[in-house]
């Protein structure tokens, strides 16, 4: 018997949930921002859930519809930052997870230094794969924006934070 388009929402809100959340988080900085946008973009979502031709879309949907949002929050007001919160994080057996939550922790402060622009560029580049195009696109500006914006807020992380960048050369 075929699921519903409802009975399909509910199962992905389920089981993306917490990579949208990440992601999100990312993207704000605050637990409670990121909360705030996920269940925004998952109400644009479900609105729109049956003018999706494929349940499979629900996922991009969303993800667009997160950084759309989050483009509209930094375009029309400024948010006082904030320290992140807890995340959860999977142990992994012979893992430094005192050196990991030091490198986590360092990450944090530095993206939350960082104009909203940047972070999002940052995040939407690396924490979400994405070329410079669809970066551009997602973001609603040109690709030359991401390109700027990339290196600045890269410099800038060098800066603030130059143990990332050990981190990741011995991660290598």
Known sequence: MAESVDDLFCEFVRTRSPALLRTAFLL???????????????ARTHRGRRRLNDPGHFEAYTRTAMYHQHVSWWRRRRIAESLPGELA???????DHARRTDLKLALHQAL????????????ARFF?????????DLLQCSVGTIKSQTSKALAR?????????SAVMEGA
């Open 89 to 95: 994080d999977v142990v992994q057996p012979g893992s």
């Open 112 to 123: 939350a230094q960082l104009t909203q622009r940047q972070r999002a560029v940052l995040v």
């Open 128 to 136: 979400e794969d994405r070329s410079e195009a669809e970066a551009a």
């Open 157 to 165: 992380m060098r800066e603030i934070a130059p143990e990332l960048l």
């Open 28 to 42: 704000t900085g605050d637990r409670h921002l990121a909360e705030d946008l996920v269940q925004d973009a998952l």
